[in-house]
């Protein structure tokens, strides 16, 4: 809205770009105040890894970037790209070809796909409508750059708008899904077709998700293992 206005003359430019600049600020603070730093990092990505790496494919549907973090750390750590995303090439846009990349590719003998379900802070959108991710300098084994203050630089001076779902019903999730052409085909090609055998942790099966059950049901996995986690209440353990 704001840059059609600007475009056209709107007399509500200047309200439009007080509401944008707050609206993002508050997003800003709003993620700083609930993610873990990257010193948060140091102890767990090596058994993430060890964990994740014994997958096919990962489909997250959180949008932090702690498994950008663990995927990039565990990378350097093996000399070669065992996690792989399809965001890749110069404009770090999603390769229509991805399925090519759960080919190992040497020095390591295995490959792991992650994708982004329901979008993630690391991905954005530009005015022409180009999804993307957010990426720092490749970084070494160990050492875990502040990917987040990159993102809020994009957000702030890239005129980039962040790709994730954020509505409330299902009907709601599956239209803004079917906003982005990225995140059809994660629940077409991906979810849709998981093959034979899944494991689902730390995901609720609530109301607003029955999308993703959805999706299972037309894969018809022969086998699922789902983790609960029973600190919670019996009347919220689904």
């Known amino acids: 809205a ?3 206005n ?3 003359g ?3 430019r200047h309200k439009l770009y007080r509401s944008r600049t707050k609206v993002r600020s508050a997003l800003i603070q709003a993620v700083r105040r609930v993610h873990c730093q ?3 990092m140091v102890g767990p990505s090596p058994r993430m890894a060890a964990f994740c790496g014994g997958f ?3 489909v997250t549907f959180n949008y932090d970037v702690t498994l950008d973090w663990m995927m990039n750390d565990a990378n350097g750590a093996f000399g070669g790209n065992w996690f792989k995303d399809g965001f890749i090439g110069p404009s770090r846009t999603f390769d229509p070809t991805w399925r090519r990349l759960y080919r190992p590719i040497a020095p390591v003998p295995g490959a792991t796909m992650v994708f982004f379900g329901h979008g993630s802070l690391v991905l954005g959108q530009d005015l ?3 999804e993307y991710k957010i990426t720092n300098p490749p970084p070494t084994a160990g050492t875990f750059p502040d990917l987040l203050n990159t993102v809020f630089d994009e957000w702030k001076h890239r005129r980039t708008v962040p790709l994730f779902v954020s509505e409330g019903s299902k009907a709601d999730k599956l239209r803004s899904v079917r906003r982005s052409g990225y995140l059809s085909t994660v629940y077409d090609d991906v979810l849709s077709k998981c093959g034979a055998a899944v494991a689902v942790y730390g ?4 109301a607003s998700d029955e999308h993703v059950v959805d999706a299972f049901e037309r894969a018809a996995p022969r086998y699922i293992a789902v983790s609960v986690y029973t600190g919670m209440p019996v009347y919220e353990q689904q």
């Open 38 to 40: 990257p010193s948060a």
């Open 6 to 8: 600007l475009a056209l």
């Open 203 to 206: 995901f609720s099966f609530g």
């Open 128 to 130: 022409n409508g180009r």
């Open 56 to 58: 096919r494919s990962i």
């Open 10 to 12: 709107g007399n509500l």
């Open 2 to 4: 704001r840059v059609v």
